[in-house]
Nanobody, 125 residues
Framework: VQLQASGGGLVQVGGSLRLSCTFSGDLFSNYAIGWLRQAPGKEREFVAGISRFGSNTGAAGSVKDRVTISRDNAKSTAYLQMDSLEPGDTAVYSC???????????????????WGQGTLVTVSS
């Protein structure tokens, strides 16, 4: 299994970005997907997660009103729409996958099986 995040960049405060996570190597719908981020000098933290077929989603309290996670199983791709970006959102964003038979998202970063290369999001004030 391989994952690749893309779509990061430099954005001003209040701006928006949509990140994409491309998945390969297995059947995408067999995996719950999560987005996590790591800011400089900080631990990696969970941002948002989505279940196998997209029926269950969740996000961290600090971002839940500003992010939307989605997926397109036909394209083996997951997305993270981020709005009203703040300087505190500056981080490397990675996507991760966990093989799953449930219909729930995975909130704990330690439970993910596969990780992709991240994409840098920088929010300037």
């Amino acid at each position: 299994v391989q994952l690749q995040a893309s779509g990061g960049g430099l954005v001003q405060v209040g701006g928006s970005l949509r990140l994409s996570c491309t998945f390969s190597g297995d059947l995408f719908s067999n995996y719950a997907i999560g987005w996590l981020r790591q800011a400089p000098g900080k631990e990696r933290e969970f941002v948002a997660g989505i279940s196998r077929f997209g029926s269950n989603t969740g996000a961290a309290g600090s971002v839940k009103d500003r992010v939307t996670i989605s997926r397109d199983n036909a394209k083996s791709t997951a997305y993270l729409q981020m709005d009203s970006l703040e300087p505190g959102d500056t981080a490397v964003y990675s996507c991760a996958a966990k093989g799953s038979v449930s219909n729930y998202y995975v909130p704990a970063k330690r439970d993910y099986d596969y990780w992709g290369q991240g994409t840098l999001v920088t929010v300037s004030s």
